[in-house]
Nanobody, 120 residues
Framework: VQVVESGGGLVQGGGSLRLSCAAS????????MGWYRQAPGEQRELVAT???????NYADSVKGRFTISRDNAKNMVYLQMNSLKPEDTAVYYC???????????????WGQGTQVTVSS
């Protein structure tokens, strides 16, 4: 199983970016998918999660600015980030809780991360 993020980059404050994450390989089912971020010198923190039936959860710091969505048919999750602030600068990681085959336990998979830099 692989989880791969894309869409990071450099953007001015107030701008927008859209992150994408694709899960591939031996996948029977995917439960919760989510985005986390880690700034230099900080611990990794939750940004947003989405269940298979599209129930969402957001960190207070991004509510109203970020939107998480997923495409179950494509095993993908997205993060639309609007009104970006310099404090959103971090490496963003995708997480997917995946059942690799029928009756197997779910396993957490992580992507390699994508850098988001917001200039002031």
């Amino acid at each position: 199983v692989q989880v791969v993020e894309s869409g990071g980059g450099l953007v001015q404050g107030g701008g927008s970016l859209r992150l994408s994450c694709a899960a591939s390989g031996s996948i029977f089912s995917i439960y919760t998918m989510g985005w986390y971020r880690q700034a230099p010198g900080e611990q990794r923190e939750l940004v947003a999660t989405i269940t298979r039936d599209s129930t969402t959860n957001y960190a207070d710091s991004v509510k109203g600015r970020f939107t998480i969505s997923r495409d179950n048919a494509k095993n993908m999750v997205y993060l639309q980030m609007n009104s970006l602030k310099p404090e959103d600068t971090a490496v963003y990681y995708c997480n997917a809780r995946i059942v690799p085959m029928k009756l197997a336990p779910a396993i957490d998979y992580w992507g390699q991360g994508t850098q988001v830099t917001v200039s002031s």
